[in-house]
């Protein structure tokens, strides 16, 4: 059979072919990458887009959830420190309904009731970042103004009864938010409406009424601690979904690490075999082309 | 009975014979670099002997000239290998440019990457829940809004470029086919009018280089007419060279690019699917890369349309109820709308965080935006993972493109290297051929030298003395 006589040329073709190897692998290591164009692997390139959709989904959602966190907390202390001015409330109120108390006592627990209205309405105008958190979705207008006008005084509320939510990645839906008309003005616990009775029962300076508003104060404080146990059960659902998705996102990061990346000792093998592959082939190449018949003529 | 001088006039064709045979070899190993040049071999031919009473007397050797070692089937073969190859590996360089318009993410910092465009920009959308009135969070909207209709668009404004200059590069093969077409009408004439009935030789090395030079470029099939002719046709089976006559292919704008016309067919579609470098410049522009813009406009018409809606159906800081406004412009249809996409809100106030009627603090309209990112809006698919299809799309067509690129390279090499073996000069076997006829010379020479020799004695009647 008569042989190729331009083999030695078809051989360039081949040392070609390993440096373009060489060249691949080069580029995996300097890279760490193992798939660097989606051709390579078109598989683990459409996996890896949607793996760190997921990834970032989750990181995002982490950062977003400490912010809410951070506003709940507020909401949670606030409406802390509101139950701990109604309880002084109540025993101010109990007070002036053991009869014992003259007129001017009785006066006097109207204005420290006063003072401590004021300060519960103060705390139902709390406000994040410029953002009041109990006027339902009109967090840019106070919650609440007193009008000292009637008597008992009233309170108007500048809110709505908006409740917004913040979604995690897993579809489940946080509440963020306690609007005032349902924590402070409830028809079924009046926190601020009782207030302003009893401190207007007192004023009159008989406390007529007084045992009927101070009933109504202590079912306005148990219906307020019902709503907090809303704002507390977001507290701890949003660090667990926060935390869930922390721990996700680890395990797709490394999912995704070991879909995408090179397998460095196996790259600088092939690396070192491809080297000498082609120091081999460059040597063969000298040496067969250095001969032929006519040297001999 | 022999005489001296038919002896002599033998050894004269011997002499002949073996300085042609040389200068057989001598050609050979002028075109030993020559890759369109076929080996030739001498071809030697018994003189007629001559019978005296009953008696053959031998009458000497002629040397009828070199032929070509050539093997029509074998080099057929290469041609339509050649032209698959060329076709794939045309295909192949386009498809590399494409994939560089999808690059590989390798984490959250990657820029150009489209599948993280549309996460950030979903994100900041749930980012804006937790404080639907921030500006600096809806300034992070309209900026992520921005990044991804900047990068979709520029993906489409590179795979339309690249249409452009495909189109061009299958123009400019259309008019080389058209030159070779032409070159080989001619050669053909001369083949039919020179050697209607045996190998042409160098014209035939001439032709069969014009076959090369036209597998690279086009598809074809090719047919052996009487006289040693040859009429073309493309795969699809449109004329293009029938034995003298050529056809040119000829060019016009159908739909904003290039379509191809031979005898007044339109043949665009055929040349796509038809091989050579045309074939995969024209797969490239008909089929792959309107596929991947087909799936970019949908990818944004998705996205544009289904923000644009949710955006018009809830309440802005402005305090515009259900009229905020479109955040990127909104596409009449779905051609075209990936190069078209941008934003075109410009106040961060516009954006509706709010449930319709609602507060500024509410952020029931974030949540429906936020959740597009898993509803399955496009194609029956969420936007993520539509994208992610389109990857392995373009992906799997590159990778697909390169194992046929390399096995069809591989069998080109193979097929090359059973041709360059039959017709390749090979200067080993040359130098020895070349030893073969300077000693068969030198061998006619000695004879002559004996011959002379033996006619003195004859002619001295012998006395030897007299000539010599």
């Known amino acids: 059979m008569r042989v190729d006589p331009f083999y030695i040329v078809n051989l360039s073709g081949a040392l070609d072919q390993t440096q373009s190897t060489q060249q691949q692998l080069t580029n995996e290591i300097s890279s760490g990458l193992g798939v660097n164009t989606i051709g390579q692997n078109p598989v683990a390139a459409a996996q890896n887009v949607q793996l760190l959709n997921e990834i970032q989904t989750e990181d995002s959602f982490t950062q977003t959830s400490s912010l809410s966190q951070g506003m709940l907390q507020v909401a949670d202390s606030a409406l802390g420190s509101v139950v701990t001015q109604l309880n002084q409330a109540i025993s101010l109120a109990t007070q002036g309904t053991n009869g014992t108390l003259n007129s001017s006592d009785l006066k006097s627990i109207s204005n420290q009731i006063a003072g401590i209205r004021d300060e519960v309405i103060s705390l139902a105008n709390t406000s994040y970042q410029g953002q009041y958190l109990f006027s339902g979705s009109q967090t840019g207008s106070i919650p609440f103004s007193l009008n000292s006008g009637t008597s008992p005084a009233t309170v108007t509320y500048n809110g709505d009864s908006n409740v917004s939510v913040l979604q995690t990645p897993s579809g489940q839906s946080i509440q963020l938010n306690l609007p005032g008309n349902q924590v402070f003005s409830s028809p ?92 081999a082939l460059i040597n063969v190449i000298a040496a067969l082309g250095s001969g032929s018949l006519f040297d001999k003529l | 009975m022999g005489t001296i001088s038919s002896a002599l006039s033998l050894v004269d064709s011997a002499l002949n014979a073996d300085q042609a045979a040389l200068d057989v070899v001598a050609n050979n190993v002028a075109n030993a670099s020559n890759t369109t040049y076929t080996r030739q071999v001498p071809n030697w031919e018994e003189n007629q002997p001559i019978y005296l009473n009953g008696v053959a007397y031998g009458a000497g050797v002629t040397m009828t000239g070199g032929v070509s070692q050539r093997d029509n089937v074998l080099d057929q073969r290469l041609q339509q290998q050649t032209q698959s190859s060329s076709s794939a590996s045309a295909l192949l360089t386009a498809l590399n440019t494409i994939q560089s318009s999808f690059p590989v993410a390798s984490g959250s910092g990657t820029s150009g990457d489209i599948g993280t465009d549309i996460t950030s920009f979903f994100n900041s959308f749930t980012q804006l829940e937790s404080n639907p009135s921030s500006n600096p969070l809806r300034q992070q909207v309209l900026s992520s809004a921005a990044t991804l209709a900047g990068d979709i668009s520029s993906v489409a404004t590179s795979l339309n470029q690249q249409t452009a200059s495909l189109d061009q590069s299958a123009s400019t093969v259309a008019s080389q086919v058209n030159s070779l077409t032409t070159s080989l009408a001619q050669v053909n004439l001369q ?278």
Do not use: C, W
């Open chain 1, 188 to 279: 079924s616990g009046d926190v601020l409406g009782a207030l302003n009775n009893l401190v207007a029962d007192f004023a009159s300076g008989n406390g007529n009424g007084a045992p009927t508003d101070l009933a109504n104060l202590n079912t306005a404080l148990n219906f307020l601690d019902q709503q907090r146990v809303t704002l507390d059960n977001s507290i701890s659902r949003l660090t667990d979904a926060s935390s869930a998705a922390t721990a996700e996102s680890t395990q797709l990061l490394n999912v995704q690490t070991n879909l995408m990346q090179a397998d460095i000792p196996a790259v600088s093998t092939q690396l070192s075999l491809t080297e000498s592959q082609q120091t």
């Open chain 2, 191 to 468: 083949i039919q009018a020179l050697s209607p009935n045996q190998d042409a030789g160098t014209l035939e090395d001439q032709r069969q280089s014009d076959l090369t030079k036209l597998s690279q470029l086009i598809g074809f099939n090719q047919i052996r007419t009487e006289n040693n002719g040859l009429s073309i046709a493309t795969t699809a089976g449109q004329l293009l060279v029938s034995e003298g006559a050529s056809v040119q292919i000829t060019t016009g704008t159908v739909n904003g690019v290039t379509h191809f016309f031979a005898g007044g067919t339109d043949i665009t579609s055929a040349l796509a699917s038809g091989g050579g470098q045309i074939g995969g410049l024209l797969t490239a522009r008909d089929q792959n890369i309107p596929a991947a813009l087909t799936s970019l406009d949908q990818l944004a018409y998705g996205i544009s349309t289904q923000i644009n809606t949710v955006n018009n159906a809830g309440t802005d800081l402005a305090g515009n109820n259900g009229n905020a406004g479109d955040i990127f412009n909104a596409p009449a249809q779905v051609a075209g709308s990936a190069e078209a996409m941008v934003v075109v809100m410009t106040n961060p106030d516009n954006i509706a965080a709010a449930g319709l009627g609602k507060g500024v603090g509410d952020d029931s309209n974030a949540v429906a935006a936020a959740s597009l990112a898993t509803s399955t809006i496009i194609g029956g698919e969420t936007p993520s993972n539509f994208y992610s299809n389109l990857v392995s799309t373009v992906g799997d067509s590159v990778s697909s493109a390169t194992n046929e690129n390399t096995a069809l390279n591989a069998s080109v090499t193979q097929l090359q290297s059973q041709v360059s073996a039959l017709s390749g000069v090979n200067l080993d076997e040359e130098a020895s051929n070349m030893q073969q006829f300077q000693r068969s010379y030198q061998a006619a020479s000695q004879a002559f030298t004996i011959l002379n020799t033996i006619m003195a004695a004859a002619i001295n009647m012998g006395v030897e003395t007299a000539v010599s």
